[in-house]
C-alpha cells in the first residue's frame, strides 16, 4: 500500500498577516512556518494506514529550500521519504500550475493506492489543489473526509456535508482531502526528528518533469494575483446604557437603519 | 531570537512549543492552584523523548543535544514551570546513569526513566547539609551482599511521585566529598519512607518531599559508580541541572515579558497605553536585553557539555544570570500590572512565585557565584 501525502508549508496559524501596498504576497519577514494543519490530518492518516496495513508513505510538495521543514515535519511523524519541486520554473504556480506539477510527480513515481492531502491550505484557502490534482490523474475524489477504511481495494469514508454526513465507497486509487476531526496527529517524536534526518528526500525540477516552459509556474497558470488587501478594520462597538425598556428600541432602530442586518 | 539553530534543533523547539501550548498552558494555572501533580502530561513527554532527551534512542531516550535540551525546556517552562522542573529532574537523575551506569543498570532503570515509564529523583540536600553538599551525613554500610543505608533528605524533587532514587550517602571513613557514594533505591524498598508533600510558594504542580531511609537494604549492585565516586556523580548531575533550570528561568522569564506586553499594551491611564512611557519602556528593555543575554548564555553551556568540554563555569554562570534575571523580570512584569497583577485572575502572579525558587534550588546564587569565583581564582 503506497500512500502518497501532499503538503504545503504555510505561515503559523498565529501570525499576524502584514500586506505591504502595491505587493502580490504577504510580508514574510519574521514570520513562523509550520506544515499546514489540514495536512497533518493527512499525514497522520496516512502514517496510521501504515501502520495498519503496511507499505509507505510519501511526502510531495512544490516549495522552495525552506519547505523542507514542513517535509522534516512529516517525515518526523513517520512518512518514509519525500519529493521536494523546485527550481524557477515554478516560480509565480497558481492553483492549476501547482496542481499539474503535484500531479505529474505522482505520475513519475507512479504505483500509488491512496492520495491523501489537507482539504485546504490556511494561507490562501483556496480549496482547490487536492481536486484538481485527482481530476488530473483521472481518479476519483472526496473532499471534507473525517473518517476513513481502507478496504480491499477501495475505501469507505465519511465526508462532511451540508448539514449531515456522508458515506461513499470509492475505489483505489483514489484522491481525499482530511477535515478537521479525521484524527488527532501526533507530535513527532524526538527519535523521529533524529531519524527524519537520514530519510530519502529527492528534489525534482519542471524539466525532470517534463513539465514544458509553458506549463510550469505563471506561464502554466490560469490566475494571478493582481493585489493584495487587509479586510477593513471592524469599528469599535457602541455600549448602551439604560434600562432594556428604552435602550431595546433605540438598538432595534440602529440595527435596521445603520447594520440593516435586521 | 536570532541564534541560528540546525534544522533539527528548530523542529524539536517547535514542537516542544505546539505541545506545550496545547498540552499544558490550558491546565497549568488550575494545577497550580490545586498542587496537581501532571501525570498525564509526564506520560505524554516520556513518549516524546523529553525525559530523557541526551539519552540514545537505544536506551529508550530522544538522542538529542544539550541544545535542544535548553530549547526543549524553555518552551516548557514558558506554559508550565513546575512541569519544566519535573522534566529537568528527570533528565538530571538519567545523566550519571547513562555516564556510571552498568549495563545491568541502564538496562533496569536508565530505560523507564528516559522514557517516561518511571520517575526518577536525585537526592542530596540533608536537613544539615544543603548548600554545604559535602557534609552529607546519610550514611551506608555493606553487611553481606547489602547496603543498609540509615539517614534522611529533604526538598527532594520528584519525590512524591519518583520509582527511582539515586541517593547520595556517606560511605567508609573517608572525609568529606571523598567518603561519599551514590546508590539507586527503589521506591517501596523495606525502610524506605516517603513524607508528605512541601507545600510550597512556586512551582506548585511539581512534587518535593522529604526522605527518611531507616535500616533501608539496598542490594550490592546499586551502587552507581565506584566507591567514593558519590560527590563527582552529584556535581557531574548538578552540572547539567543547572542548565536545566537556567532554561527554566529563561522560559518563566520569556511568559512574564509577553504577558507585561500584552497587558501593558491593552491598559490605558493618562489617556494611553501603558507602553507608551517611558518608564514601563525601560522595564521592558532591561529584559528583553536580559532574556536575550541568558539565552545565548544558557546555549553557550549547552554547547560545551555537546562538545564533551567540561562546562561547570558556564553551568554557573548561566543559572546565576538566568535566574537572577527571571526574578527581576517577574518584579517588573508584576510592576506593569499593578494591583491586577497581584491577584490570582493574572499569569504574572503564577510566575513571580515560580521565578523565587530558581535563585535557591540547583544550587543558590550564592553557590554560583562561589563555584565561579574559584575558578577565577584558581
Redesign the interface.
Known amino acids: 500500500m503506497k500512500t502518497i501525502v501532499l503538503i504545503k508549508q504555510v505561515p503559523d496559524t498565529e501570525t499576524k498577516v502584514k500586506v505591504n501596498p502595491g505587493e502580490t504576497d504577504i510580508n514574510r519577514e519574521g514570520i513562523n512556518l509550520v506544515l499546514n494543519p489540514y495536512d497533518e490530518f493527512a499525514a497522520e492518516e496516512a502514517i496510521k494506514i501504515k501502520e495498519a496495513k503496511g507499505g509507505e508513505v510519501v511526502v510531495c510538495t512544490l516549495g522552495e529550500k525552506k519547505a523542507e521543514e514542513a517535509i522534516r515535519t512529516a517525515l518526523a511523524m513517520g512518512a518514509d521519504r519525500a519529493i521536494r519541486l523546485d527550481g524557477e520554473a515554478f516560480a509565480g504556480s497558481d492553483n492549476y500550475a501547482t496542481a499539474k506539477a503535484l500531479a505529474k510527480a505522482i505520475e513519475k513515481e507512479g504505483d500509488y493506492d491512496l492520495i491523501l492531502c489537507g482539504k485546504q491550505a490556511v494561507d490562501d484557502d483556496s480549496a482547490q489543489v487536492g481536486t484538481l490534482v485527482a481530476e488530473m490523474l483521472g481518479i476519483p475524489s472526496a473532499s471534507l473526509v473525517i473518517n476513513c477504511e481502507v478496504g480491499d481495494g477501495s475505501v469507505t469514508i465519511t465526508r462532511e456535508i451540508e448539514g449531515g454526513n456522508q458515506e461513499l465507497e470509492i475505489a483505489m486509487p483514489c484522491l481525499l482531502t482530511a477535515q478537521k476531526g479525521l484524527n488527532e496527529p501526533r507530535y513527532p517524536s524526538l527519535p523521529g526528528i533524529m531519524k527524519a534526518k537520514r530519510k530519502k528526500l529527492d528534489v525534482l525540477s519542471a524539466g525532470d518533469l517534463g513539465l514544458g516552459a509553458d506549463e510550469a509556474g505563471a506561464a502554466g497558470s490560469k490566475t494571478a494575483i493582481k493585489e493584495l488587501s487587509m479586510p477593513p478594520e471592524r469599528k469599535a462597538g457602541q455600549v448602551f446604557e439604560g434600562e432594556p425598556e428604552e435602550i431595546v428600541p433605540k438598538v432595534a432602530q440602529l440595527l435596521r437603519e445603520e447594520a440593516k442586518v435586521i | 531570537m536570532s541564534f541560528p539553530l540546525t534544522?533539527?534543533q528548530?523542529?524539536?523547539q517547535?514542537?516542544v512549543r505546539?505541545?506545550a501550548r496545547k498540552e499544558i498552558e490550558p491546565v497549568a494555572a488550575r494545577n497550580d492552584v490545586e498542587s496537581r501533580f501532571p501525570t498525564a502530561i509526564i506520560d505524554k513527554m516520556g513518549?516524546?523523548?523529553?525525559m530523557g532527551?541526551m539519552v540514545p534512542?537505544e536506551y529508550g531516550?530522544?538522542?538529542?543535544t544539550a541544545v535542544?535540551y535548553v530549547l526543549a525546556l524553555q518552551e516548557i517552562a514558558y506554559a508550565c514551570a513546575a512541569t519544566a522542573v519535573t522534566m529537568s529532574v528527570n533528565n538530571l537523575v538519567c545523566g550519571p546513569l547513562l555516564e556510571y551506569g552498568t549495563e545491568e543498570q541502564k538496562e533496569k532503570y536508565l530505560i523507564p526513566l528516559a522514557s517516561g515509564e518511571t520517575l526518577g529523583s536525585f537526592a542530596i540536600t540533608e536537613p544539615e547539609a544543603g548548600s554545604d553538599a559535602a557534609s552529607v551525613s546519610t550514611r551506608a554500610v555493606l553487611k553481606g551482599n547489602k547496603y543498609i543505608i540509615n539517614g534522611s533528605k529533604v526538598f527532594i524533587t520528584n519525590g512524591g511521585h519518583a520509582g527511582t532514587f539515586i541517593v547520595i550517602a556517606r560511605l567508609g571513613d573517608k572525609p568529606r566529598h571523598r567518603g561519599m557514594s551514590a546508590f539507586i533505591v527503589e521506591r517501596g524498598t523495606p525502610g524506605f519512607e516517603i513524607g508528605p508533600e512541601e507545600k510550597k510558594m512556586g512551582v506548585r504542580a511539581s512534587s518535593t518531599v522529604s526522605l527518611v531511609f531507616d535500616d533501608c537494604a539496598v542490594p550490592a549492585e546499586n551502587m552507581l559508580g565506584g566507591e567514593g565516586e558519590g560527590f563527582k556523580i552529584a556535581m557531574t548531575a548538578l552540572d547539567s541541572g543547572r542548565i536545566g533550570i537556567s532554561s527554566q528561568a529563561i522560559g518563566i522569564a520569556r511568559a512574564a515579558f509577553d504577558e507585561a506586553i500584552k497587558y501593558g499594551s491593552m491598559r490605558k491611564q493618562f489617556g494611553r497605553a501603558l507602553v507608551r512611557n517611558q518608564a514601563i519602556q525601560w522595564m521592558i528593555a532591561d529584559a528583553a536585553r536580559d532574556i536575550e543575554a541568558a539565552h545565548l548564555l544558557a546555549l553557550s553551556a549547552a554547547m560545551a557539555k555537546d562538545r564533551g568540554e567540561s562546562f561547570t563555569r558556564q553551568a554557573s554562570i548561566s543559572k546565576l544570570f538566568s535566574s537572577e534575571a527571571a526574578v527581576r523580570i517577574c518584579y517588573d512584569a508584576l510592576q506593569i500590572h499593578g494591583g491586577y497583577g497581584y491577584t490570582k485572575d493574572f499569569k504574572v502572579e503564577r510566575l513571580y512565585r515560580d521565578a523565587r525558587v530558581t535563585t535557591i534550588y540547583e544550587g543558590t546564587s550564592e553557590v554560583q557565584r562561589i563555584v565561579i569565583a574559584n575558578n577565577a581564582l584558581k
Open positions: 534544522e533539527e528548530h523542529m524539536v517547535l514542537m505546539e505541545f513518549g516524546l523523548g523529553l532527551m534512542a531516550g530522544g538522542g538529542t535542544s
